[in-house]
């Protein structure tokens, strides 16, 4: 059975990578090459995964006493390139 924090995990993960892809190569392709279909195809899909995130993240929050600090750390972490794959290391490494 997927429990939240496995599903914060996929989700983490997902939002991680369609991020990078995002700013890393659809936003480039619109913007030198003049083709905006990337950022159409990613942004929509980018969007849901980072509201799954922030929703999945305040459902966490008491399961595993994160203070405010941490709780901001973690909500930083979705706008910070690479930042989601860090919270998943630092703060879920130890959960099953």
Request: hydrophobic share 55%; glycine share 6%; proline share 4%.
């Amino acid at each position: 059975m997927l429990s939240f924090v496995n599903l914060f995990r996929v989700i983490a993960f997902l939002e991680g990578v369609s991020y990078i892809l995002l700013l890393f190569i659809a936003t480039p392709i619109k913007h030198f090459a003049d083709d905006p279909q990337y950022v159409k195809l990613l942004g929509m899909p980018h969007g849901i995964l980072f509201m799954l995130y922030v929703v999945l993240a305040f459902v966490l929050k008491s399961d595993y006493n994160w203070d405010a600090k941490q709780f901001r750390g973690v909500l930083l972490a979705a706008i910070i390139p690479f930042g989601t794959f860090f919270i998943e290391r630092k703060y879920l490494k130890t959960v099953n």
